[in-house]
């Protein structure tokens, strides 16, 4: 009798501290929950399942956490609120893509925009954005690959006034096509040490591109 009764505690002290369900993190799932008002996302996103198994989210395995996102062609507003991710914490791979976001903007007292820290790939390709979002990526220390694709950047990339703009140093994929870049962007390469791929096609580079530098790498 008293095992048994022992027994039902350590069930219901398990169930509550989550040992035997192998579910994601509450936090999470709240955030993602609190997305979904935003996106139009998978019926499948319900409160009370385990967030690892909804469709266009993967997790790690071992940390239950949520590690790839993928919420393309579903954003109903023009500006993302970049503070709606931070409880991500190990958020590796975002894909944004087609979703006409035109910028982004981050809750009061923090003054700097800033994407979940553990970004190693950020897909921003055929959105809205424009020259002066690019900065919010410099901090970005994990970020691999970094596609900004059919945008509306345009000109030299500067930021304000003579503020020299900072791509991550760790990028090794970076896709600015179909922007109007002209070709005084290319300046802002050169502290790239691990680029393996840049595709710069559909711009508006002209004159006589001296890119030796970059390749000699
Ligand atoms: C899962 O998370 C652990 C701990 O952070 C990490 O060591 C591991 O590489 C991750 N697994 C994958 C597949 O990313
Ligand atoms: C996690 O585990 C599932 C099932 O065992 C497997 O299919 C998947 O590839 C694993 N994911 C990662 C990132 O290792
Ligand atoms: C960037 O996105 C575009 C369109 O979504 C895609 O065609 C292209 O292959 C992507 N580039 C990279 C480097 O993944
Ligand atoms: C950025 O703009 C400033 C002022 O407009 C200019 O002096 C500087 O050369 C520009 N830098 C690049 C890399 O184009
Ligand atoms: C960019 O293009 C202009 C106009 O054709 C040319 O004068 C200039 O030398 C070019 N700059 C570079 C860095 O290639
Ligand atoms: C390209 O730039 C490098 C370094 O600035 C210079 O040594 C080289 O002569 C230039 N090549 C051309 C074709 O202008
Ligand atoms: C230096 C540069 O190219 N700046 C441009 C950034 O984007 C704004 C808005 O599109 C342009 O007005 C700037 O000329």
């Given at each position: 009798?008293?095992?048994?009764?022992?027994?039902?505690?350590?069930?219901?002290?398990?169930?509550?501290?989550?040992?035997?369900?192998?579910?994601?993190?509450?936090?999470?799932?709240?955030?993602?929950?609190?997305?979904?008002?935003?996106?139009?996302?998978?019926?499948?996103?319900?409160?009370?399942?385990?967030?690892?198994?909804?469709?266009?989210?993967?997790?790690?395995?071992?940390?239950?956490?949520?590690?790839?996102?993928?919420?393309?062609?579903?954003?109903?507003?023009?500006?993302?609120?970049?503070?709606?991710?931070?409880?991500?914490?190990?958020?590796?791979?975002?894909?944004?893509?087609?979703?006409?976001?035109?910028?982004?903007?981050?809750?009061?007292?923090?003054?700097?925009?800033?994407?979940?820290?553990?970004?190693?790939?950020?897909?921003?390709?055929?959105?809205?954005?424009?020259?002066?979002t690019v900065s919010s990526f410099s901090d970005l220390k994990c970020l691999k690959q970094l596609n900004l694709s059919g945008n509306m950047l345009e000109g030299s990339l500067n930021i304000s006034g003579n503020e020299r703009l900072?791509?991550?140093?760790?990028?090794?994929?970076?896709?600015?096509?179909?922007?109007?870049?002209?070709?005084?962007?290319?300046?802002?390469?050169?502290?790239?040490?691990?680029?393996?791929?840049?595709?710069?096609?559909?711009?508006?580079?002209?004159?006589?591109?001296?890119?030796?530098?970059?390749?000699?790498?």
């Amino acid at each position: 009798m008293s095992t048994n009764r022992l027994w039902v505690s350590f069930l219901i002290i398990a169930l509550v501290e989550g040992w035997l369900s192998e579910c994601c993190w509450n936090k999470e799932r709240d955030a993602l929950l609190y997305l979904k008002a935003h996106f139009d996302s998978p019926s499948d996103w319900v409160d009370g399942s385990d967030c690892c198994l909804w469709e266009n989210v993967e997790c790690n395995n071992t940390t239950r956490r949520v590690s790839k996102l993928t919420l393309s062609e579903s954003f109903q507003n023009r500006y993302l609120h970049l503070s709606d991710f931070h409880v991500f914490k190990a958020l590796e791979s975002l894909d944004l893509s087609g979703n006409d976001i035109a910028g982004f903007i981050q809750n009061k007292g923090n003054d700097r925009l800033s994407w979940p820290s553990s970004l190693e790939v950020l897909d921003l390709s055929y959105n809205n954005l424009r020259n002066d979002t690019v900065s919010s990526f410099s901090d970005l220390k994990c970020l691999k690959q970094l596609n900004l694709s059919g945008n509306m950047l345009e000109g030299s990339l500067n930021i304000s006034g003579n503020e020299r703009l900072l791509w991550p140093s760790s990028l090794e994929f970076l896709d600015l096509s179909y922007n109007s870049l002209r070709n005084d962007t290319l300046s802002s390469f050169s502290d790239l040490k691990c680029l393996k791929q840049l595709d710069l096609s559909g711009n508006m580079l002209e004159g006589s591109l001296n890119i030796s530098g970059e390749c000699d790498k």
